[in-house]
């Protein structure tokens, strides 16, 4: 079965300092790759995904992705974070049959 | 277009009753999906569906049940509430099992 491990559970940051969260999986079969985010007090939003084709992935607010394969990881990165960006951050991939697998989530908080 | 919608937001129960939470989407998406989030845990899958009238467990489908008559509904029903199953429960859907899902508002369940 599918496991997904995101490393940092809590991470805290300055503003401008440049993130890179880190999600590794399990699955060595074709994945479908996912980074979803949840602000305080709201439901999950997805960040960006990868399906196939380039493994450099850009989402939505300066956030990309890039998928490793002989890494089996997906790690999500920013240049440069805002206030306004603290929120839980959670990676998900496909299982074996059709579901995706979310991992246990990274608290970002950024100080102003 | 209200998308997804979950009713009641916020409950309140004592253990042993039974409770049910409602899920409605309008997109007409295939699949649907209950999680509950608790913290520590991240998004744990307790039961999802590809189609009307069918169904499938999740990790954690113990002391819940699911039925899904129609397309657009899909509700949660703890048959015998315990305080272990106080959290928040979010209902998803997507157009496959493996492709991204859309999240809705979430239900927190207080089980007292």
């Known amino acids: 079965a599918q496991s997904v491990s995101q490393h940092n559970h809590h991470v805290i940051l300055s503003e401008a300092a440049s993130l890179e969260l880190g999600c590794n999986y399990s699955?060595?079969?074709?994945?479908?790759l996912f980074w979803y985010v949840q602000y305080p007090g709201q439901h999950l939003q997805l960040l960006l995904k990868y399906f196939s084709g380039d493994p450099l992935v850009k989402g939505i607010k300066g956030f990309e992705a890039e998928f490793i394969k002989s890494k089996f990881s997906f790690n999500l990165r920013k240049p440069s974070v805002q206030w306004s960006d603290t929120a839980e951050y959670f990676c998900?991939?496909?299982?074996?049959?059709?579901?995706?697998?979310f991992g246990k989530g990274t608290r970002l908080h950024i100080l102003p | 277009d209200a998308g997804i919608t979950q009713s009641p937001r916020y409950k309140i129960t004592e253990t042993g009753r039974q409770v049910t939470l409602m899920c409605h989407q309008t997109w007409s998406h295939s699949y649907m999906f209950w999680y509950r989030q608790d913290l520590g845990h991240g998004l744990r899958l307790i039961y999802y569906?590809?189609?009307?009238?069918?169904?499938d467990k999740g990790e954690v489908p113990d002391g819940y049940v699911v039925s899904r008559s129609k397309t657009e509904n899909f509700p949660l029903t703890l048959e015998s509430a315990t305080r272990s199953q106080t959290s928040v429960y979010f209902c998803?859907?997507?157009?496959?099992?493996?492709?991204?899902?859309?999240f809705g508002p979430g239900t927190r369940l207080t089980v007292t």
């Open positions: 569906s590809a189609a009307a009238d069918i169904t």
């Open positions: 998900a991939v496909n299982d074996a049959d059709d579901k995706i697998i």
């Open positions: 699955y060595g079969g074709t994945v479908n």
């Open positions: 998803a859907t997507g157009l496959a099992g493996q492709n991204e899902q859309y």
